[in-house]
């Protein structure tokens, strides 16, 4: 295995890593914007205001999106486990 092997099968892996932790990051990221600017403008500054509806949408995402991020990730790892032999010999 060369190290073009290497850097094409970590990019690859990033790019896996990436694609299925987005979903759940804009949603958490979006909702700490709407809910911070909510907080300004009202000036409540209580801890469990930003942090519970974090949660619920970060629930509520991985409930909506988790069979395809688990297929995506399934398939990721079967491609890299079939490559094995190629890449040791």
Do not use: C
């Amino acid at each position: 295995m060369d190290a073009q092997q290497v850097i094409a099968a970590g990019h690859q892996g990033l790019l896996v890593l990436l694609m299925v932790a987005a979903p759940v990051l804009l949603v958490v990221l979006v909702l700490g914007l709407v809910i911070s600017i909510f907080q300004a403008a009202t000036q409540i500054n209580e801890a469990t205001l930003s942090f519970v509806p974090k949660v619920v949408g970060a629930v509520a995402v991985l409930g909506f999106a988790g069979p395809w991020m688990v297929s995506t990730l399934v398939d990721y790892l079967r491609s890299v486990l079939l490559a094995l032999p190629t890449a040791v010999g």
